[in-house]
């Protein structure tokens, strides 16, 4: 009796709900029909390169660790020739950060950035994925830039990773790298375009925020049926 009494006090005092769950309930799992995608996690978009992204390298611990979750890995490169046309540089009288029309539609122009074969352009040191599957290279076109992993600045150029994800079954994508607000954005559109289930994990990505383009592209995001989620929602070892 005296046990009983015991029993419904601790329950009354919620003091079981206390106890660990044995497993971590409503988490993401992604499983062998998904794929993590690592956008531009390189030396130009951290302190030290030559376009640093605030913060970028906040993301490498956070997406290392999210990568034990996947049975599918894919990186991105940022890998440009030198004199490109998405470098101010390579347009007379204009500078970083401004925005001029090319053949294919407004481009904003950034410092040389992303050079091929460059220490600069090399993935950060402290990325560890060696079960990476694919790198896919993006802005090797000297005239077309390139911020969706998916299609070419042109949007009409296709990288061929939507035919490789599909080709391998893969159903759903979550972005991470960066920048949140561009190479993120546009991969995480275009799969939607590419007809993929997907979700951008906040934490694992980091901004440029050029003139309200963060806000912008969350806005955009949403509408196109992007998720928005965070590195914790997903079941990780
Ligand atoms: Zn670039």
Known sequence: MQRRTLLHAGAALGLFAMAPPLFAAGKLKPGARAALIVVDVQNCFVDGGTLPVKGGAEVVPVINKLSSAFENVVVTQD???PGHASFASAHAGQKAFSSVKLNYGDQVLWPD???????????HKDLSLPTAQLIIRKG???GIDSYSAFEEADRKTPTGLAGYLKARGIQTVYVTG???DFCVAWTALDARKAGFEAYVIEDATRAIDLNGSLAAAWKQMAAKGVKRIQSTDIQTA
């Open 113 to 123: 950035h992303c050079v091929q074969g460059t220490e600069d352009a090399a993935l």
């Open 178 to 180: 960066l920048a949140t």
């Open 79 to 81: 890998w440009h020739t």
């Open 140 to 142: 090797f076109r000297k």
